[in-house]
C-alpha cells in the first residue's frame, strides 16, 4: 500500500534555531517528492520537488533532501522565523499517475519567540 | 507566476441549500484542476480530477450527484455542493496543472472553509 509517513507529529522550537523533518515512504514506483508549507486556513505552498536523480534541494531557508533507495526525505529549517510557524507535508507521486497527489499526515512546527 | 485563486474564501449556508465554489488560475491555463477536502488536523483527501471540457472523475466514495464539478474553460473550475448538510462542512481546496506550470507541479488554491448550518 502506498503510505507516507511523517515524524514528528508536532515541534516546538525557538525562534532563529534549526530543525528537521522527516518523511518515509513507501510509494512504488516513485516518481517525485515534494515539501508542501500550509498556514492554518490557507492552501498549501510548493517548498520543493524532487524527482528519483535529486538528492537535494533548497529554497531559502529550506533543504530537502531526498535518499531514494532507503525511501527517506528531510526538510531541514535554517535559522527559523516566527513564520515558519505551519503544517510542514510531505507528498509523493508514483509513476503510473504523477497526479495523484499521496499526502503525510504533516508536522505541525510551531515556534516561539 | 502560477497563482490559483478561490471564491468565496468562507461561506456558511443552511442544511439543503446548494453551495458554489470557483477556482481560478490567474496567470496560467489550468489543463487539469483538482478538487480537494480537508477535515481539522487531516491532510488533503483528493475529492475529484477534472480535465477543461470532459467530464471529472471523482474519488471512490465521492458522490457525484452532490458535488457537482464543471471546468468549463481552461481557467476555471467550479464545485457545486448539492443539497448540503453539516457533515458537509469542510476546507475546500482546489489546485491547478498545466503546461506552461513546472513538470509535475500542482499549484493550490488559498481554500474555501463551508460551514453547513
Known amino acids: 500500500k502506498n503510505q507516507v509517513e511523517q515524524s514528528p507529529q508536532s515541534l516546538i522550537i525557538l525562534e532563529g534555531k534549526n530543525c528537521t523533518l522527516q518523511?518515509?515512504?513507501?510509494?512504488?514506483?516513485?516518481?517525485?517528492l515534494r515539501w508542501y508549507k500550509q498556514d492554518t486556513g490557507r492552501g498549501p505552498v510548493s517548498l520543493t520537488i524532487m524527482t528519483f536523480s535529486e538528492n537535494t534541494k533548497s529554497n531559502g531557508r529550506y533543504t530537502a533532501t531526498l535518499d531514494a533507495d532507503t525511501k527517506q526525505s528531510s526538510l531541514h529549517i535554517t535559522a527559523s522565523q516566527l513564520s515558519d510557524s505551519a503544517s510542514y507535508i510531505c507528498v509523493v507521486s508514483a509513476a503510473y499517475n504523477t497526479d495523484k497527489l499521496i499526502f503525510g499526515t504533516g508536522t505541525r512546527l510551531q515556534v516561539f519567540p | 507566476g502560477a497563482v490559483v485563486s478561490q471564491h468565496p474564501s468562507w461561506v456558511i449556508c443552511k442544511s439543503g441549500t446548494s453551495v458554489k465554489i470557483e477556482c481560478r488560475s490567474l496567470d496560467f491555463q489550468a489543463t487539469t484542476m483538482f478538487w480537494y477536502r480537508q477535515f481539522p488536523k487531516q491532510s488533503l483527501m483528493l475529492m475529484a480530477t477534472?480535465?477543461?471540457?470532459?467530464?471529472?472523475?471523482?474519488e471512490q466514495g465521492v458522490e457525484k450527484d452532490k458535488f457537482l464539478i464543471n471546468h468549463a474553460s481552461l481557467t476555471l473550475s467550479t464545485l457545486t455542493v448539492t443539497s448540503a448538510h453539516p457533515e458537509d462542512s469542510s476546507f475546500y481546496i482546489c489546485s491547478a496543472s498545466g503546461p506552461t506550470g513546472l513538470p509535475y507541479e500542482q499549484y493550490f488554491g488559498p481554500g474555501t472553509r463551508l460551514t453547513v448550518t
Open positions: 477534472s480535465n477543461e471540457g470532459s467530464k471529472a472523475t471523482y
Open positions: 518523511c518515509n515512504y513507501t510509494v512504488s514506483p516513485f516518481s517525485n
